[in-house]
Nanobody
């Protein structure tokens, strides 16, 4: 089993920045592949950024150039640096681990999930 705990969400004005963190524990051998997803009220879950476990990163077109995914393996922690935030970035952000194949920004392809952290961007 893997436990994931997100933190770092909050309320910011458009143009601001936030850094989300996701601390992993348990069977960390299953955290080589990790990703961030988000879900806004009334909308489907959307993949934001991901590590595939082989050194490659993937970003959704909507966040390219603004968001950066990174990780600290010594701390078993995944990060999402979010810059130039827009009101449309408002959502609950979730961390996920253990990709089982397919399209990496498809939430259905990850096994473990955190509880989420809320991000609200005002105009």
């Amino acid at each position: 089993q893997v436990q994931l705990v997100e933190s770092g969400g909050g309320s910011v004005q458009a143009g601001g920045s936030l850094r989300l963190s996701c601390a992993a524990s348990g069977n960390t051998a299953r955290t080589y592949s990790m990703a961030w997803f988000r879900q806004a009220p009334g909308k489907e879950r959307e993949g934001v950024a991901a590590f595939d476990g082989h050194g490659s990163t993937t970003y959704a077109d909507s966040v390219k150039g603004r968001f950066t995914i990174s990780r600290d393996n010594a701390k078993n922690t995944l990060y999402l640096q979010m810059n130039s935030l827009k009101p449309e970035d408002t959502a609950m952000y979730y961390c996920a681990a253990h990709f089982v194949g397919g399209w990496i920004l498809d939430g259905g392809r990850f096994v473990y999930w955190g509880q989420g952290t809320q991000v609200a961007v005002s105009s």
